[in-house]
């Protein structure tokens, strides 16, 4: 099956900061998606994107599907974007697996 | 908007015991999911439900793990009897027909301790 890594495994900045989190898939996708996870548990979608480039406010998504990933920038750094980050990808030959996130904090 | 409804939102059992989470998806979504999620990992399915129909439960314990969609809306994940490595995250999805894009929508989750 399918699976997918994610970089780096933690990333602490400064508020105002840039950030890239990195998503590597090991085999083709048609659904890929990115998540942040709040503090109580719940997933919140960000983007919907198994190829192509969508644009949130300070968050973006760009996911090159014939190089297997997907990145996720966000910009202008805010405390309330501390968090997991989780990519999910998943095909019509494989169920959806989930990479083990990336720990985000920003300090003020 | 629309949302994903999860009860309960914590449970703490002892282990021997039986439990149960619900999960009622988002309106004229067709597929259903439950996942597991231990701290510091990501979330793993469980089991995924196209309307009543179950297409993947490869990952369900089913010596002690359970579920059901009867009807094709809610669903009910059991756990009987509760181990101590049961503690976790139970997460429910839900997302469209496949073939129209599967963008999946979680639930608050419900939160397991097995004490």
């Known amino acids: 099956g399918i699976q997918v890594e994610q970089s780096p495994p933690d990333l602490i900045l400064q508020e105002g900061a840039n950030s890239t989190l990195r998503c590597n898939f090991s085999?083709?996708?048609?659904?890929l998606q990115w998540f942040h996870q709040n503090p109580w548990g719940q997933l919140i979608n960000l983007f919907y994107?198994?190829?192509g480039t969508k644009q949130n406010g300070r968050l973006s998504a760009t996911t090159v599907a014939t190089e297997r990933y997907s990145l996720l920038y966000i910009s202008s750094s805010q405390t309330t974007d501390s968090g997991v980050y989780f990519c999910?990808?998943?095909?019509?030959?494989?169920?959806?697996?989930f990479g083990s996130g990336t720990r985000l904090s920003i300090r003020p | 908007e629309a949302e994903v409804a999860q009860s309960p939102r914590y449970k703490i059992t002892e282990k021997s015991q039986a439990v149960a989470f619900w999960c009622d998806p988002i309106?004229?979504?067709?597929?259903l999911y439950w996942y597991r999620q231990i701290l510091g990992q990501g979330p793993e399915l469980l089991v995924q439900?196209?309307?009543?129909?179950?297409?993947?439960d490869s990952q369900l314990p089913k010596d002690r793990f359970s579920a059901e969609r009867l009807k094709g809306v809610d669903s009910t994940l059991k756990i009987q009897p509760a181990e101590l490595g049961d503690s976790a995250m139970y997460l429910c999805?839900?997302?469209?027909?496949?073939?129209?894009?599967?963008?999946?929508?979680f639930g608050p989750g419900t939160r397991l301790t097995v004490t």
């Open positions: 085999d083709s996708v048609n659904n």
């Open positions: 999805a839900s997302s469209q027909l496949e073939l129209m894009g599967y963008e999946q929508y």
């Open positions: 309106s004229g979504h067709a597929t």
């Open positions: 994107i198994p190829s």
């Open positions: 439900f196209q309307d009543e129909s179950v297409v993947d």
């Open positions: 999910a990808g998943g095909s019509s030959a494989s169920k959806i697996i």
